[in-house]
């Protein structure tokens, strides 16, 4: 059973900061992808940035802004992002893709931006 945590939302101004972490844990062998989505009221979820041997890719809007890091000791992927606008405000989600192909995805933390 692989499980995924994730930590750090919450409730930040207009141009603050805040960092993401998800942990894995549990039975799995390697894994392929590392990532992050996003869903907001009413909206698909969509890729936010996913990271793996051949680097880190990030979607057209927060490119600049948010960087993901990982640190294959601990199993754990970040997500730093500064400069959050209120079109960030969402609920995110940690993704990993294993070395076989099979998808699992974290619980969600929100993170809301307003002033």
């Known amino acids: 059973q692989v499980q995924l945590v994730e930590s750090g939302g919450g409730l930040v101004q207009p141009g603050g900061s805040l960092r993401l972490s998800c942990a894995a844990s549990g039975s799995i062998n390697s894994i392929r992808v590392r990532g992050w989505h996003r869903q907001s009221p009413g909206k698909q979820r969509e890729l936010v940035a996913l990271i793996s041997n051949n680097g880190p890719n990030y979607a057209d809007s927060v490119k600049g802004r948010f960087t993901i890091s990982r640190d294959l000791a601990k199993n754990t992927v970040y997500l730093q992002m500064n400069s959050l606008k209120p079109e960030d405000t969402a609920v995110y989600y940690c993704?990993?893709?294993?070395?076989?192909?099979?998808?699992?995805w974290g619980k969600g933390t929100l993170v809301t931006v307003s002033s």
């Open positions: 993704n990993i893709i294993s070395g076989t192909g099979v998808n699992y």
